[in-house]
């Protein structure tokens, strides 16, 4: 974040508010009790932190709706493997240029047609650094990125030398250097090409988007909900099986949950530790438990009183004062697995860590963290978002370090997920903060280079680490694929020596749903794949 969001970071609940609102009055469309129109589908859902553009989403609130009104080249089946969307191919015969041809017939919602220099003109204006989108760095590998984002001052040049248009179906993209993952890194929902009509409004673009995908934009009504409708003429191979998406907001996970209990709300995408030990009971079979590429972390600030200048001893010790067995059986209802590394199960290069690091050791722990030369002040704090569900884990945390080592630990609300990035992005951190992230695209790299790597644009800790950065880059520039997920590998292993964070579970999603709809399923993001979803 994909930056890592790249990335995606994991709110798991949602803004705003209006209980009333969210339980079901009519926002006018007529349709059902609960105000969306019939064949509509309503689901849990935030306020984006930005305006609905692909090159400036990089949370699950936008990020769903992006993933509803944009397709890209490639897309990732249900186990992480590469299907191809728009693109007819993606080839490639060293790693460093890529031949892209397009499917024919594709269309934007506004009716004209998507193009090779649709997605070239796009990803020019993306990555140009005065337009300032958030995952301009995506465009890194690209030869020729650094005249349109330079690290200071501005653009040398308009366009990335990279970028060729052969015909209306075809372009061709030259990397500075191989990497022979290129082409995975091109599912994220960043690599999505613009209308001509985007570039005469770019503001107003993103409050009403145009896009090509299974889905188009009908209404934004901030901090409430946004609609999106079917597209009969999609060419997709996810073509919706309902009439739209009403993606409501929520200001906590219980209002949501007891909405789609009465009826008032077709799905929820998060369960809240308060309804965790009754939604068998309350749902029966429409109550999901599904593993899928997602981790949670706590990270510390390095700029932060607690941590600069940190010993990597004490982190260490921090991390095996956590009973992550405990926590995750009992507060977390044998919902998460704990870690046993920095990276979830489900991507490619997974891999146990033979370390003692990420067990529950308080006798070790006390020691590690006098050994490392303790905290100043002895209390660190852990910020979280309050309406993500994340209370009650991070008070067990907190209650497990002070009770094993005698550091005072205390949580640090932020009233929503924006707020909460928002905080980290402005270097605010008091000491640590939740690092929940879904996978971008399913390779152990993207949970470590996004958030680890200096400067990258989703590391809100602020770590940086010379040999962790060169092992990184080996990685990055390997001969193959599986190469590329050996070296990262072992710079996981340099990684647990660092600590730049605390991994302690990762994720199964955990859904509940009405009885008025069919065919949930889960993508190995996490992401619900709304566009299966049936209505009776």
Not at 154 to 183: A, C, H, N, R, W
Not at 225 to 253: H, P, R, T
Not at 382 to 387: C, E, R, S, T, V
Request: charged letters at 25%; one cysteine or more.
């Amino acid at each position: 974040m994909r930056g890592a969001k790249t990335m995606q970071w994991s709110a798991l609940a949602a803004a705003v508010a209006l209980a009333a609102t969210a339980c079901g009055g009519s926002d006018g469309d007529g349709g059902s009790a609960a105000g969306k129109p019939a064949g509509y589908v309503s689901m849990f859902n935030g306020e984006p932190q930005h305006p609905l553009m692909p090159s400036n989403t990089n949370e699950k609130f936008g990020g769903y709706v992006i993933d509803a009104l944009f397709t890209g080249l490639v897309g990732y089946d249900a186990k992480g493997g590469l299907v191809n969307m728009n693109a007819e191919s993606v080839d490639t015969k060293d790693n460093k240029t890529w031949t892209v041809k397009l499917k024919k017939g594709w269309k934007f919602h506004d009716g004209t047609d998507v193009t090779a220099e649709s997605y070239v003109k796009a990803w020019n204006w993306m990555a140009n650094v005065k337009n300032k989108q958030a995952n301009s760095y995506w465009f890194g590998d690209i030869k020729g990125y650094e005249d349109v984002h330079p690290e200071k001052g501005d653009p040398k040049k308009d366009e990335m030398s990279g970028l060729k248009v052969v015909d209306d179906q075809t372009f061709t993209i030259e990397l500075s250097e191989p990497v022979p993952y290129f082409e995975y890194k091109l599912g994220y929902k960043t690599f999505t090409p613009l209308p001509e009509s985007f570039y005469k409004d770019p503001k107003g673009f993103g409050q009403k988007p145009v896009g090509n995908g299974p889905y188009e934009f009908q209404k934004w009504t901030h901090n409430k909900l946004i609609q999106v409708k079917a597209v009969d003429s999609y060419k997709g191979s996810n073509k919706a099986k309902n009439k739209g998406i009403q993606f409501k907001n929520y200001s906590k996970l219980e209002s949501a949950y007891q909405d789609a209990l009465s009826g008032n709300l077709d799905l929820v995408d998060g369960v809240g530790p308060k309804d965790l030990p009754k939604r068998k009971a309350d749902f029966g079979d429409r109550a999901l438990d599904v593993p899928y590429a997602g981790t949670q972390s706590i990270v510390p600030a390095f700029y932060s009183k607690p941590f600069k200048d940190v010993d990597p001893k004490v982190i260490q010790g921090l991390s095996m004062a956590i009973d992550r067995k405990t926590i995750t059986k009992t507060v977390l209802q044998g919902t998460r697995i704990p870690s046993k590394g920095f990276t979830p199960p489900q991507v490619k290069g997974y891999q146990k860590l033979d370390t003692d690091v990420l067990s529950y050791n308080p006798k070790k722990a006390k020691q590690y963290i006098e050994d490392g030369g303790g905290i100043p002040g002895n209390k660190i704090w852990i910020q979280y978002n309050a309406d993500g569900g994340h209370k009650e884990w991070v008070t067990a945390v907190c209650n497990s370090i002070t009770k094993a080592t005698g550091v005072k630990c205390v949580g640090d609300s932020k009233p929503d997920f924006q707020t909460d990035l928002e905080g980290r992005q402005a270097d605010k951190v008091k000491g640590m903060y939740r690092g929940g992230w879904l996978a971008d695209y399913p390779l152990n790299i993207n949970f470590m280079q996004d958030l680890y790597k200096t400067g990258a644009s989703t590391n809100y800790g602020r770590f940086s680490d010379k040999k962790v950065d060169e092992l990184f880059t080996k990685g990055d520039h390997a001969d193959s694929l599986e190469a590329s997920v050996k070296d990262y590998q072992a710079a996981e292993k340099e990684l647990l020596k660092k600590m730049p964070s605390i991994p302690l579970w990762d994720y199964a999603a955990n859904i509940v749903h009405g009885e008025d709809i069919d065919g949930v399923k889960v993508g190995f993001d996490g992401n619900v794949l709304i566009t299966d979803i049936t209505v009776k």
